[in-house]
C-alpha cells in the first residue's frame, strides 16, 4: 500500500481579506466616531495601512478591521499588526496578512511532528508549506488534531489529503 499524505500550509484567501477591508472601509466612513478625524483603510498586496488623527483613533480603526476579518473567517493569527507610529500629523499602523509557512516556523512544526506524532509520521519542508506521510491514515488523522491542538501562533489549513 502506498503512503498516504497531507499538506500543512497557511494561507489567507485574498478575496475574502479584500471583502473584510472593504466592509471595514464603509463602516468607518459611516460610523458617527470617526468623522473628522481622517480614519482610513488602504490595502496593497498583502500590506494593510491603517490612518488617523489619533492613536486611540487608528487603534479603533484596527478594531474594525480585526472584527471584519473575524467575521469573513480569517483568522486573526494571519494578521501581523505593528505598533501605532506618528507620522507628520497623523497616526498610521501597518498591518501585514502572513502567506505560508516561513522555514523557522517549519522547522518547529517539523520536531514538534517528530517528538509528539505517531513514530510512522514523517514530515518534510517543501517552500512555504509542510509535506506530512505515513502508511497509516489513522496516524496521519492523529497528526492534524496534534498540529490544531498546538499552540503555534499559525494559521494552519490541512489540504490534499490522499
Given at each position: ?7 500543512v500550509v497557511s494561507k489567507v484567501d485574498t478575496m ?147
Open positions: 500500500m502506498a503512503d498516504s499524505s497531507f499538506d475574502e481579506a479584500e471583502n473584510a477591508l472593504n466592509q471595514a472601509r464603509k463602516e468607518v466612513d459611516q460610523r458617527y466616531d470617526f468623522k473628522g478625524v481622517g480614519a482610513q483603510i488602504d490595502f496593497k498586496g498583502e500590506t494593510i495601512t491603517l490612518k488617523a488623527s489619533s492613536e486611540e483613533r487608528v487603534r479603533a480603526v484596527l478594531d474594525v478591521v480585526q472584527s471584519k476579518l473575524i467575521k469573513r473567517g480569517i483568522s486573526l493569527k494571519s494578521l501581523d499588526a505593528g505598533e501605532p507610529f506618528a507620522s507628520g500629523k497623523e497616526y498610521r499602523i501597518e498591518a501585514k496578512l502572513k502567506n505560508g509557512i516561513d522555514s523557522e516556523h517549519a522547522k518547529k512544526i517539523s520536531k514538534l511532528i517528530r517528538d509528539e506524532a505517531p513514530k510512522t509520521v514523517k514530515s518534510q519542508i517543501q517552500g512555504d508549506e509542510l509535506r506530512v506521510q505515513s502508511k497509516s491514515r489513522d496516524d496521519l488523522q492523529a497528526t492534524i488534531a496534534l498540529l490544531k491542538n498546538a499552540d503555534l501562533d499559525l494559521d494552519l489549513q490541512f489540504i490534499n489529503f490522499r
